[in-house]
């Protein structure tokens, strides 16, 4: 089963290409466009769970084509790609309803972080059972990800960032069928609560919605081994 | 009689006449000394030094003073003399204007003229008993004057009992006037270069603006263009470093190109941290562990050129900074030091402290390397200026922690040591920012 479907959009088929195979590697389903009214209609049709959005195009650029995606569809998550670092504009279309940024090239870790912690988001919202209830791996990322986004800026580089990591590894690893790794990720991911906890990084609460979903994906384990 | 004989006197002769007889002739000379002297110049000090000095050849046993008014128009302060006494100059050092005589010249603009000084009842008495110590008995005082403005007084003073007659006065009223009009002249000149200087400052910020805003579309423009391929080429990379089929030889290879496609990504990220489009988000935090953070991240590169690291951290209270910035800075200056030492013979030592002051925390960045050239110094601080050979640093590293520094309320300067070796120490304002 796919993790999710992507909606690659960019100009320049290089790099379309690329995000294209790596997206695909990772285990989703990944449609490419070239351009703002190929996305659009891609959204239209219903294609996409997340759309990730280069600013800068030709013809529609990303901050219209991301206006038009608000106007059709007020749930899919859209990351925007910026390449010259324009954080000014990156934040302007944070108000304008993007989930989050990423800065080209890519740091793939924090890519992968955003594209799962967007697509947890809009499984959570549209409470669709099949996303947070049935899925324990996603419970967990929705978990991880909404804990360490309550996070302060310090707090977040330091355990916040890995608790993301550990909890994507941790189900990619229990995908691929490799338990005992996801078991340490798992552990990992505890570890890291208790050192947050310790340093009064976490909400009590943010902390048990996190335990709670790593009580579920060891179950999950259980079951699986 | 006296016409012919006159005719056949040597111009030696003719001079030493005149000189007995300073009536007329001589003070034609003096007031044109004067009027010449305080012409030449258009230096305030200047002008009343050399009207001071032109004045005192009048007669003998002179004692002559200028004073000018204060900005408040309430004070005369003296700005030249010749022949005072300690005393002298001490009582007249500030005077009241509407007090004394002086004083009374100053606020009425008129003349006075005294034949036995320090029986008037008007002479101030703080300087009565130094005008009568010193017998001055002729006094007169004249006031400067300028487009109808009281500027200052021209006083003369003189011991022995003839009189100021009245070519001597209307000799010093001339003066005055002629150093009124050097004074104004003098004023308008330094005024009018005062804002000449504004607007050669005003001129270089503007060209200064105009460039860094030029040096941002263009770092913005080629960030575009760089990072589309950087990003494919790292992708590919990351890709074909995943690759269950990619043998060991192979990986170190693409290992390679990533971490120079890195390295092309960082000059271009520096690029746009100097064209200024990252807005910093700054909190309190601790020099002393950003410093300790970036030493951390470098200890492994360090350890390797054998340099050893000394660290004096004194208790410091916090800045207001973004935590970044400040990385930045003190990883650019580390590796300066860095750099300037790996390839310098000689015992290898890094010197990292930081200390508070009472409005600034300090660090300084000290290496045991050769130095910063002299021609250098003036231009370290340069975007793209670099002293280090071609592919070891984009010459904006410097350039962008100056950039930050300054940001930050804070400077950052340079400096050479007698024992050889650089230092660069960052001040950083203590307390929240105003805006």
Known sequence: MALGRILVVDDETPVREVLTEYFATEGYDVEAAGSGVEALAAVRGGRADLVLLDVRMPGLDGVQVLRRIRELDRRVPVIMVTANEDVGLAKETLKLGAFDYVAKPFDFDYLDRAVAAGLARVGEQAGRPDATEDDPWKTLGCAAFGAARAMGAPARASTGERLESAALAAARNAAAGRSAAADEYLAEMQLLLDIAAELGDIPAADRALVESALEAARRSLALAG | ????????????????????????????????????????????????????????????????????????????????????????????????????????????????????????????????????????????????????????????????????????????????????????????????????????????????????????????????????????????????????????????????????????????????????????????????????????????????DNIRVVTDFASCPFVWADENQLQVVLLNLVQNAHQAMAKHPGHRVLTVRVWPTDRHVCIEVRDTGPGIPDEALPRIFDPFFTTKPPGEGSGLGLSVSYGIVTELGGVLRAENHADGGASFIVELPLGEPAS
Not at chain 2, 30 to 58: F, K
Not at chain 2, 96 to 105: E, W
Not at chain 2, 135 to 161: A, N
Not at chain 2, 168 to 175: D, H, V
């Open chain 2, 1 to 304: 009689m006296k016409r012919r004989a006159g005719h056949s006197l040597s111009p030696a002769d003719r001079r030493r006449r005149a000189h007995r007889r300073p009536d007329v002739e001589p003070h034609f000379k003096i007031l044109h000394t004067v009027a010449e002297a305080v012409s030449r110049t258009l230096d305030v000090e200047d002008v009343l030094r050399t009207a001071v000095e032109a004045l005192t050849h009048v007669t003998g046993h002179e004692i002559s003073s200028l004073h000018l008014l204060s900005e408040d128009r309430k004070t005369l302060e003296l700005r030249g003399e010749r022949g005072m006494s300690a005393r002298l100059r001490e009582v007249n050092r500030a005077l009241p204007v509407g007090a004394g005589l002086i004083g009374r010249v100053a606020q009425t603009g008129k003349t006075i003229r005294l034949d036995r000084s320090y029986e008037d009842p008007n002479v101030l008495p703080s300087a009565k008993a130094a005008v009568r110590r010193e017998q001055i008995l002729g006094f007169v005082c004249v006031p400067i004057h300028s487009r109808g403005q009281i500027l200052g007084t021209l006083s003369l003073g003189r011991k022995t009992l003839e009189p100021f007659d009245k070519p001597e006065l209307a000799l010093l009223e001339a003066a005055a006037d002629q150093i009124g009009l050097a004074l104004d002249n003098a004023r308008l000149y330094s005024e009018s270069r005062r804002q000449l200087d504004e607007l050669k400052r005003a001129h270089a910020q503007l060209i200064h603006g105009e460039k860094m805003k030029a040096v941002g579309e263009l770092a913005s423009g080629v960030a575009h263009e760089i990072n589309n391929p950087l990003t494919t080429i790292l992708g590919q990379t990351h890709l074909l470093l995943t690759h269950p089929e990619t043998t060991a030889h192979v990986r170190d290879k693409l290992g390679i190109v990533a971490e120079e496609a890195g390295r092309a990504a960082r000059i271009v990220q520096n690029l746009l941290l100097f064209a200024r489009h990252y807005t910093p988000e700054r909190r309190p935090c601790s020099v002393a562990d950003q410093a300790r953070r970036v030493l951390e991240l470098k200890g492994y590169q360090l350890q390797y």
